[in-house]
């Protein structure tokens, strides 16, 4: 397996030239995120399936690499792209567009779910690859060999991949169902999203009042912005559960924030910062609180989802696809709830499209024949 070894301009400039010319690049990131908030880019790895290149960004500034990326006439080919999409953003700032996932790709060709690379090179390589330097520390020089070896083939072989994928596409009728799903790929980077939003990803926001809720939100967006100053994952800041029980927490002083579980390190360090919040959240008029999040009131009849669910896997057989990727379970929750609110069964979004035709009249006319 060949690759270049990339430490000097010269051999970037060379490498830019190759991919303005290509119509399709396959494309990883080593990267180490032990101790930080974001993402700390170790090697950038690109191949157009003659050349391979691996990036030191130690050593290189390759911020002109954010022109490939924005290109929209070159796809870029990915495997499991979640993670390195954060990495793009921290390092380039910018997101490749278009995109190709291996991985979502393999759940319409019948290879089932979340399927890993080595799965993949092997199904369609014949190929055992090692992936025994995932963990390596990739900000550590000089790089080995082996790391280097390793690095190389998680784009040469994808680009493999992404070829013969391509033509066993072409042979199916799931070409514009795989072109949707993959224009969707969520672009909804942690590491970007709104820090004063970050409170609606915690679970069973029911339970809490509104103004509960408004110190949920100061107390979730204050982490969120110490953790990106000071480059630190956010539970090293303070740990979820312990800002949750602060909410709860009748009292502030030193001894109420130690019951929360706050450590004594850290109710001497950011005690006095939490104190201020909870006593900023008192002066909100209630027309300025968050609304209240409603506790679903349907009651959900896990007999006719597991029905449903009997549906669905039905029809992911006869179309050799991953029934998580066709429907999931919430889908089905959300059918169900929709005839209380409207009166009638319809579709949720997520299943409207291409899944429209392939599950979603079935669903329908499954419920419609239950209760006739």
């Known amino acids: 397996m060949e690759y270049q070894y990339v430490t000097d301009g010269v051999g970037l400039d060379k490498a830019m030239n190759i991919f303005r010319n290509a119509d399709v690049l396959a494309l990883d990131t080593e990267f180490v995120r032990t101790r930080t908030y974001y993402p700390e880019l170790g090697l950038l790895q690109v191949s157009d399936g003659e050349h391979c290149f691996l990036f030191d960004p130690l050593i290189l500034d390759l911020n002109i690499f954010s022109e490939i990326l924005l290109n929209k006439n070159i796809t870029k080919v990915l495997h499991s792209c979640s993670e390195d999409l954060e990495v793009f953003q ?79 596409i072409n042979e199916t009728h799931k070409a514009d169902w795989i072109i949707s799903d993959l224009e969707k790929i969520s672009f909804d980077i942690p590491t970007i999203t709104p820090a004063e939003n970050y409170y609606l990803k915690i679970g069973n926001l029911s339970r809490f009042s509104r103004r509960q809720l408004n110190l949920l939100k100061l107390l979730f967006a204050w982490r969120e912005k110490k953790a990106r100053t000071k480059n630190r994952p956010r539970n090293r800041i303070i740990e979820q559960k312990i800002l949750v029980n602060i909410v709860k927490e009748r009292s502030i002083d030193d001894a109420g924030l130690s019951r929360a579980g706050l450590p004594n390190s850290q109710v001497k360090k950011y005690g006095s910062e939490l104190r201020y919040l909870v006593s900023f959240n008192d002066s909100f008029e209630e027309d300025e609180l968050p609304p209240e999040v409603l506790r679903a009131n349907v009651k959900i009849d896990n007999k006719k989802v597991r029905m449903l669910q009997g549906v669905v896997e039905d029809r992911a057989k006869e179309e050799g696809i991953a029934s998580e990727l066709l429907c999931r379970k919430k889908s089905l929750e959300a059918l169900l709830k929709s005839k209380e609110v409207s009166g009638e069964y319809q579709l949720p979004e997520s299943l409207l499209g291409w899944r429209e035709g392939v599950v979603g009249k079935h669903l329908l006319a499954f419920l419609e024949g239950e209760e006739k």
């Open 90 to 168: 921290h390092a380039f700032g910018v997101l490749p567009r278009p995109i190709y996932d291996t991985q979502i790709s393999s759940s319409f060709l019948g290879l089932g779910f979340s399927v890993s690379y080595q799965t993949l090179v092997e199904h369609y390589l014949s190929l055992r690859i090692e992936k025994d330097q995932t963990r390596s520390n990739w900000l550590a020089r000089p790089l080995s060999k082996r790391q280097l070896d390793y690095a190389a083939q998680d784009v040469v072989y994808l680009y493999e991949v992404y070829k013969i994928q391509q033509s066993a």
